[in-house]
């Protein structure tokens, strides 16, 4: 009985109508992919923000400090090659005095990371576009000029995480 109900030309006329008024409908993107349960959004972003966060958080508090520490003994590298000779020109110390006083001054931003996140990367972030401005200046250190802004992105992504977690 189920079979003749289905197939009245009645039926099938109203069946037509409903699925060319579906079809006229906007696409949405439930009809394709319906939604599968998972996790909470919140709690996966919170986790997951916590730790990029703590990640570019140890990242930008030790490479500052090792860098600046190694100023004075240059165990990873002379680092008065990296001073262009354009502003080593300017200075009115000798450029290896001058890259002393970088090295604290990249000691203090690694402290300042540890001590407020939020604006340590911000400080970071500055400091590695004046060491950019610094390498375009010298040609062959263009690769590295490109290194340090990638880790200027960073420092930003640190500062707004930073703030995001009222650190």
Known sequence: MNETKASTPARLLHRSFTEVFAMAQPLRRDAF??????????????????HAFQILYFGFIVAPIVAGIDKFFHFLVNWDQYLAPTIA???????????????????????????????????????????????LLI????????????????ALALARLGHHLGR
Do not use: C, Q
């Open 33 to 50: 992919a319906p939604e599968s349960p998972r996790v909470p959004a919140a709690a996966l972003s919170d986790s997951a923000v916590r």
């Open 89 to 135: 020109g300017f200075l009115p110390v000798n450029p290896h005095t001058f890259m002393l006083a970088v090295g604290v001054i990249e000691v203090v931003a690694g402290i300042l990371v540890a001590v407020k996140p939020s604006i340590g990367g911000l400080v970071v972030a500055a400091w590695l576009w004046g060491i950019i401005v610094n390498l």
């Open 139 to 154: 040609p062959g250190y263009f690769d590295i000029a490109l290194r340090d802004f990638g880790l200027s992105l960073g």
